[in-house]
């Protein structure tokens, strides 16, 4: 059997177990904001993407299994980067939902959110 690796660190992949899983088990955490153990993994927040050698993007651990012979790396320049713009994003989307509901609130009858620029949505990149 091929070796697996973790940051470095070799582990047996058990059957069905997701890289986030496998990476628990070594004492490694892998930052999440969608992961629950009571539902079955999305990946949807992408805050726990991985680098994975031999893959040309990065994978989301919480719904990826580890298999024999993958190398993984938690902490890259480029996996630290891609987390913090992706906090930044939701911490904007938080605190404009904050005034907007705030605004709602003070004067029901003024809308004052702010309407959908397009152009922003089509400039970011398809998949992370």
């Known amino acids: 059997m091929k070796q ?10 058990q059957l069905g177990e997701t890289i986030l899983e496998a990476a628990t ?4 955490t892998i930052p999440t904001k969608c992961h629950s153990d009571a539902l079955k993994p999305e990946g949807g927040c992408r805050i726990c993407l991985v680098e994975c050698e031999g893959e040309d993007r990065p994978v989301a651990a919480c ?12 902490e890259t320049t480029e996996i630290e980067t891609l987390r913090s ?8 989307s938080r605190q404009e939902a904050e005034l907007s509901s705030l605004s709602s609130s003070r ?11 397009l ?7 398809q998949r992370l």
């Open 63 to 74: 719904h990826s299994a580890l298999l024999p012979g993958m190398d993984i790396r938690t």
């Open 4 to 13: 697996t690796f973790i940051n470095g660190q070799s582990i047996t992949p």
């Open 25 to 28: 088990r070594l004492g490694i």
């Open 107 to 117: 004067n029901s009858s003024v809308s004052w959110t702010r309407p959908l620029n």
């Open 85 to 92: 713009q992706l906090q930044e994003l939701y911490d904007q």
């Open 119 to 125: 152009h922003q949505l089509q400039t970011l990149p």
